[in-house]
């Protein structure tokens, strides 16, 4: 059954102050957070985002993997919004995350900040609405979900399902898999839920969410995309800071002073390239041909659950 959070609704009625007028110290409450943002946030990286460039992976040669997107309402890869690498570590140095959700998706969660003595909170019809996204279906926090759904009779089902293959450490490689489901995994490490290291390994998050794709389980993607968002700011200090996009968007709709802020553009060597995607070693022009019987959307494949009670 398709949930839907239910969330009080808050309005931002305070006036931003003029961030460029103020000193930066002063966008602090306390001399504790400023040591913070000297001494750790500003000195994580920012992630380099990535787009899809309009064409490159055409329907017709890509029908399941589009169906799947589809079905989880993602259909635009190929935003392109700057981004601001100092307003990114200012929030990372305040942000949390406010869960108050039951098990049936009702209560209310925020996603909070302060900023130069105000206080931001959105809730995820604000953040749906803002990232052209919906608020509904299943609330998932990738790998942070708890026990029940996590452990290894699950991730056996997943690693079986999406034809994951073994590696020391007990980490799992993408080589084995499926065109088409390989492009999820492509699509969610770079653009969705980008992020360092070795695209070519499966992330500690990624088999729940891959397997919910596949099963054409829907899943909440604005309650996912903010708490990814604030995992990027309580990692250790060599991690990048998160979906620098997504806060642009963010920032704009609070409608918070950028006039003083140095934006990073998103160019042409952010996009994602035929080269990226021949590094898959695949003849992507049979990926159609590739799909097995037993595939995400046959009605003999079982539905597992995505989550539990939020925690």
Known sequence: MVRKTQATRRTHNTQPPPLSKVPRRQWFANEALWRDFQDYYMKKPILKPRYLPEGLMPEDRFPVFWRLMEKQHLWDLSF????????????????????????????????????????????????????????????????????????????????????????????????????DHRLLHFILSYVLIPRTGNHGMVGEEDPIILLAMVNEVRLNWPFLLAYQLYYYTIRQVESSLGHGMLWTKVFEYLGIDLSGEKAVPVGEDNAITQRQLNQMRRNLDVAGAENVTGEAGDEDIPRYPVVGPAQ
Not at 81 to 99: D, F, G, S, W
Not at 144 to 170: C, D, K, M, V
């Open 80 to 179: 392109r919004e700057r981004y601001y690498p100092r307003l990114m570590a200012v929030v990372a140095t305040t942000l949390r995350i406010e869960n108050k959700l039951d098990e049936n998706g009702d209560g209310e969660f925020y996603k909070v900040f302060k900023l130069a003595g105000v206080k931001y909170a959105l809730d995820l019809d604000e953040l749906a609405s803002i990232w052209s996204l919906r608020n509904e279906a299943e609330l998932c926090k990738g790998g942070r979900n708890p026990p029940a759904y996590t452990g290894r009779l699950y991730h056996e089902r997943a690693i079986e399902t999406l034809r994951l293959s073994s590696l020391s450490g007990g980490k799992y490689s993408v080589r084995d898999m499926t065109t």
